[in-house]
């Protein structure tokens, strides 16, 4: 009977740093290679060796261009990987803007702290060399080096997560072994729903919200209606820190669809990331991906991404400039966690005044400031110096891009007769356990809840 290995070097017991490796007869094939991510954009633990030899890595596999899963990659390749990147298209050209945004970044926190960068831009551009593209349902093979073993095929499926992300299944023996990256919180305004894949044996699967529930979709567009109208009538500030890939490109889409159907008035709002007007680039460059209702929108002559009061401001001056517009005004900045990016300078102006509101739109990781103000801090440090919070904070989950507990149940539930087990990975040490009893609870599967750079067996 033929035994394969599975390594989880990265996203156990943890939101971020998404790094697997399958061990397939003479074969090691990586899935993702992510940053490690907290207070700082990149936690001090990245620069740590790899529990592996970057040059035994055969392939890796990318489920996603968010910095949590490619965010290493350069450094893999800095440390000697020599094969071949694999993902959709979408999701190369999103990883090429990620990374070359995050140079800048990396560069800047070294550099405060008299430490060389985790890796430069020379690094970015090999390893944008050794990338290739697959479509969705287009099979891959890969020589096992093992007589008994053979070839191992690859497939990529939509997660419905951001544009391009994918769940890969790998198929050994017969044996259909997933994982997701991260998962869609289908229905999406602008993408497709996660696809169901049967006869998966053995799963891989993100927890992010593991222990929490979402509001739907109707919902999350009412209240953030209603806290519009209330900035209007205060002429006061909403701010919204606002994730580069996706968020925003939702956020976009939905105050095109507010302002042009009339439902608020006509007020400036400004997208102030540069990295989220180019990836807004790749979402119009791959529309065919979109839903059947967005693409039907667009045959229809609307740009989905350009509506009267929107500003996208580029440069670090135009930026400036927003303070200067009185209000009432929509800002929408990155990091979404407040970890980074010009959304930190608008909070250190604008936290302090109780009429403006601050809305949290996502996942806020362990230890960042997002974390802190949504926990309810009352005073918080930006740039070195005390920032009350007086303003009001609107915490949104259901603009998340992930599935909450109930979808990620309901997941596993439409695969439950073939699965031999489940590994909960990806989620705080709560949401994973919470999970995981869920499923087993439910539906009497197998469920593991692997340690940090734990090994597992499996026999086929």
Known sequence: ??????????????????????????????????????????????????????????????????????????????????????????????????????????????????????????????????????????????????????????TFYDAGHILGSSMIVFEIKGQKIMFTGDLGNSPSPLLKDTEHVPGINYLIMESVYGDREHEHLEDRVEILKSLIKKTIAKKSVLMIPAFSVERTQQLVYIFNNMVENKEIPLIPIFLDSPLAINVTKVYKKHEREFNENVKEIIRNGDDIFAFAGLTMTKTPEDSKSISKVPGPKIIIAGAGMSNGGRIVHHEAKYLPDSRNTLILIGYQAAGTLGRRIYEGAKEVTIFKEKIPVRAEIANLTGFSAHKDSSDLQDFVGKMKKSLRKVFVVLGEPKSESYLAQRLVEQYGVKVKVPMVNETIEITL
Not at 132 to 150: A, F, P, Q
């Open 1 to 154: 009977m033929a035994k394969i290995k599975i390594q989880f070097a990265g996203g156990a017991d943890t939101t971020t740093g998404s790094n697997f490796i399958l061990k397939v007869g003479r074969r090691n094939i990586m899935i993702d290679c992510g940053l490690f991510q907290g207070e700082k954009v990149a936690e001090d633990n990245n620069r740590d060796s790899f529990p592996y030899n970057p040059r035994d890595i055969d392939v890796l596999f990318v489920t996603h261009g968010h910095l949590d899963h490619v965010g290493r990659i350069p450094k893999l390749v800095k440390e000697g990987f020599q094969g071949i990147i694999v993902s959709t298209s979408a999701t190369r050209d999103i990883g090429e803007y990620i990374l070359k945004d995050s140079v800048g970044i990396l560069t800047k926190e070294a550099e405060r702290e008299g430490l060389p960068p985790i890796y430069s831009e020379e690094d970015v551009d090999k390893a944008m060399s050794l990338w290739e593209v697959k479509n969705l349902h287009e099979d891959m093979y890969i020589d096992s080096g093992d007589s008994e073993i053979r070839n191992i095929k690859i």
